[in-house]
């Protein structure tokens, strides 16, 4: 069945930095843009990244824009976060979407925790 | 930026009928999808483009949108049905995705 599982959560310090993964299966991940959404401890859902299926477009969030990368690998159907110079306020669990007709999202994954602290 | 404003909260009785607003500027003009969001567990989308439902989402749920204003309505409302509702958009005037505020649906 189509399934997204993400990887590479956990504790990091400000300024820090930190890959996360996400894993999909059970459809072409090369014919599909897909997106990174996040959602802090208690508040609502925050879209963050965006990259077209071949990943020659990528957009971001304002609120990451230069310190976030999103990238995909087609020949292993995985998708990446690199995030770089985090702040308290990026503390979330941060979710994969796969892209539906480029307005919405139609399966997630179950989501990682990121915790930025000191 | 475009803004998406969502009640905080709606109750309803089992069996009733809820309703969930969505506002936005013109947001008549755009595709407007809602997620359903149970505690702990990731979004699951029940409605896109509007009005249209995925496979395995339940009859009960539609939506509409006109105006400054999309609605998703669910109809005879179960225990099940409790959960968080968010709206979002995709605003072309900035590539980027926006959610509403979320709404906390109550079943009495």
């Known amino acids: 069945q189509v399934q997204l599982v993400e990887s590479g959560g956990g504790v990091v310090q400000p300024g820090g930095s930190l890959r996360l993964s996400c894993a999909a299966s059970?459809?072409?991940?090369?014919?599909?843009?897909m997106h990174w959404v996040r959602q802090a401890p208690g508040k609502g859902l925050e879209w963050v990244a965006f990259?077209?299926?071949?990943?020659?477009?990528?957009y971001y969030a304002d609120s990451v824009k230069g310190r976030f990368t999103i990238s995909r690998d087609n020949s292993k159907n995985t998708l990446y976060l690199q995030m770089n110079s985090l702040r308290a306020e990026d503390t979330a669990v941060y979710y994969c979407a796969k892209d539906h007709r480029a307005t919405a999202f139609d399966i997630w994954g179950q989501g990682t925790m990121v915790t930025v602290s000191s | 930026s475009y803004v998406l404003t969502q009640p905080p909260s709606v109750s309803v009785a089992p069996g009733q009928t809820a309703r969930i607003t969505c506002g936005g500027n013109n947001i008549g003009s755009k595709s407007v999808h809602w997620y359903q969001q149970k505690p702990g567990q990731a979004p699951v989308l029940v409605v896109y483009?509007?009005?249209d439902r995925p496979s395995g989402i339940p009859e009960r749920f539609s939506g509409s949108n006109s105006g400054n204003t999309a609605t998703l309505t669910i109809s005879r409302v179960e225990a099940g049905d409790e959960a968080d509702y968010y709206c979002q958009v995709w605003d072309s005037s900035s590539d980027h995705y926006v959610f509403g505020t979320g709404t906390k649906v109550t079943v009495l």
């Open positions: 059970g459809f072409t991940f090369s014919s599909y843009g």
């Open positions: 483009d509007d009005s």
């Open positions: 990259i077209r299926y071949d990943g020659s477009n990528k």
